[in-house]
């Protein structure tokens, strides 16, 4: 029989039987994430199943990160019931303010190689830089996995994406993903996996790795895999005392597709609203003016996301008048860590906004939202009509340097003009 | 599988209808109760349409239906709203997971052949090999749609996730 796909052989082990794309299968679930948006519908699912006890409080975590801190009653009293339920289950919690579940998960060492991790939200699929096979699920799946540690699935076919090459200065790899959405289109991955591999991986860190996984989804795709190597394991080095096997794909696994992405030829991208896939090189979209900028969520919201942005932010004499730079770390260590390297006061003297780590503006359902006829270019992964809050706004999404450019000169701009100088 | 007949009038969509379109994120931060999610339904691309649905009526989209976030009020609104269906060339997977799991039955189907306010039927016998078919009974057309793997008719047929672990406590495969 053929070769199985990494995909494939995850879910094989966690299913118990060997399985290929398209087969049905229920799966042990290893790590199981409920924020404050997915949680409390899953609590009402779990009491009208019956639920009494969680089967396997170890294998959940619930984060308090869509509404951090609370911006009105309704949403403090579902925080209040979901500590009060994961206190009284023995279920571990992020408070708010600690940062976004996908990046706690990450930060954590909660997804490991070869292992099923979900999160009742769609970019769960970070998880998958790590060699996990992460997924978004809905409510009623994190109810099902409270009740008995297991979810149906469908095993995905997949699309193997081959990057060879290394990155030019000031490209990123949100510049590798919006490309990739543009070539696969918003829906060209659904209900596949996608597999990355090829020479291209060994120049990307795992912060790099994350970014490709997390937008994944945005091309419908279940998931998006790497392999594990010596970055992986390194990542994962004092974050787990468990022991994890990483997972290869076969010679022989079967893909539904191929798609060959070289690096040294990408250039800034830049997709244009209200659609994740109508990406264009950033220099079609130069000198589109811009009013807010938005560094920040599970894509862009990393340390090296800021000291990227910060380089060019420096480099071009600050934010331009008339701007509104909003900075939201993705969790509180990376809002730690830029504290203690200087960044954090250099965005703060340079006028940026700083919100609470968490989910922030991203979904406009807590933070900054820009007002009517607004321009916004964020390092966010969507950009749909009203996403932060105001369908009179508009977003345009790229790499946090591509980002910081735009701060500078208030205006979509390649950070490599900024950079080198160059004058308007 | 028992046979399987719903039928309502056709209320159009097009491509890349995400979650937030179906019902926005803020709307939810208010209420996660349905029956007032579904005043709010896909206000961000048709503002008359909440006031407009009639008990029955059948979403007809185009393709990646549902995709974006997640959330599941996506799909409680859209049968708060008394509908039962969706009908659309692709869905994004978390949509079809969640209209799985809430009784929404979605349908993948050529949906080309279907205009606003023609009435539809979806039809299935207790054949699960034969699968689904939908009618245009406006037009006379006849389109074959996927069929429901054995796993997510049986949810379906429970009524969703809640009822199906309320009877089995487990999943049964």
């Known amino acids: 029989m053929d070769g199985k796909t990494i995909s494939e052989k995850i879910l094989s082990a966690k299913a118990g039987v060997d399985v290929r794309a398209g087969d049905l299968v229920v799966c042990r679930v290893d790590c199981a994430l409920g924020t404050d948006g997915s949680t409390p519908m899953a609590l009402d699912y779990f009491d009208a199943m019956g639920g009494k006890e969680v089967h396997d409080p170890d294998r959940l975590v619930f984060a308090l990160d869509h509404y951090a801190p609370a911006p009105n009653a309704k949403t403090a009293q579902l925080h209040q019931r979901m500590r009060s339920f994961a206190a009284s289950h023995g279920i571990s919690l992020w408070e708010a303010g600690e940062g976004i579940g996908h990046q706690l998960i990450v930060e954590s060492g909660r997804a490991l190689p070869g292992q099923l991790v979900v999160g009742a939200d769609s970019h769960a699929v970070t998880y998958g830089a790590l060699n996990s096979f992460g997924t978004g699920i809905g409510s009623s799946d994190l109810a099902a996995i409270m009740m008995c540690g297991r979810m149906w699935l469908r095993i995905p076919q997949s699309i193997k994406i081959t990057l060879t090459g290394r990155l030019r200065e000031n490209v990123y790899p949100k510049d590798i993903a919006l490309a990739m959405i543009g070539e696969l289109g918003a829906d060209g991955a659904a209900y596949q996996a996608l597999e990355f591999c090829g020479t291209g991986l060994e120049s990307l860190d795992l912060e790099d790795r994350l970014v490709l996984s997390n937008l994944a989804v945005e091309a419908g795709g279940k998931n998006g895999v790497f392999p594990a190597d010596e970055k992986t394991l390194s990542y994962l080095q004092g974050r787990t005392s468990h022991s994890f096997e990483p997972v290869f794909p076969d010679s022989g696994a079967q893909y539904c597709r191929e798609v060959e992405i070289n690096l040294n030829r990408l250039s800034p991208q830049v997709a244009l609203p209200h659609h994740v896939d109508r990406v264009v090189p950033l220099s079609e979209a130069a000198r589109t003016p811009v009013q807010m900028v938005y560094l920040g969520t599970c894509t862009g919201g990393r340390v090296q996301d800021f000291h990227q942005a910060h380089q060019v932010l420096k480099a071009g004499g600050g934010v331009a008048r008339g701007v509104q730079l909003v900075v939201t770390p993705a969790s509180r260590t990376v809002l730690e860590t830029l504290a203690r390297d200087g960044t954090l006061a250099d965005f703060i003297s340079m006028g940026a906004v700083v919100v609470t780590p968490g989910c922030g503006s991203c979904c406009g359902t807590c933070g900054a939202i820009p007002g009517d006829g607004v321009n916004v270019i964020s390092t966010a992964n969507r950009n749909f009509k009203g996403r932060m809050g105001n369908s009179n706004s508009a977003i345009y999404l790229a790499s946090p340097a591509s980002c910081a450019a735009a701060a500078v000169r208030g205006a979509i701009a390649d950070p490599q003009e900024v950079l080198s100088g160059a004058t308007r | ?173």
Do not use: W
Request: proline fraction near 3%.
């Open chain 2, 1 to 173: 599988m028992t046979a399987l007949r719903i039928e309502g009038r056709a209320r159009i969509f097009g491509d890349g209808i995400n979650t937030d379109y179906i019902i926005t994120s803020r709307r939810k931060r208010e209420s996660l109760d349905p029956q007032i999610l579904r005043q709010y339904l896909f206000e961000e691309v048709d503002p008359a349409f909440a006031s407009s649905i009639q008990a029955g009526d059948l979403i007809v989209a185009g393709k990646n239906f549902g995709c974006g976030s997640a959330m599941e009020v996506a799909v409680t609104a859209v049968l708060g709203a008394g509908i039962r269906a969706v009908i659309a060339r692709s869905f994004s997977r978390t949509y079809y997971r969640n209209a799985i799991n809430n009784g929404l039955l979605p349908v993948v189907c050529d949906t080309n052949q279907i205009q606003g306010g023609d009435q539809i039927a979806i039809h299935s016998t207790d054949q699960q090999e034969a699968g689904m078919q939908v009618i245009n009974l406006s037009t006379g057309a006849v389109i074959v749609a996927e069929a429901l793997p054995q796993i997510m008719l049986d949810i379906f047929e429970s009524g969703g996730l809640v009822p199906y672990f309320r009877r089995h406590g487990d999943f049964r495969l």
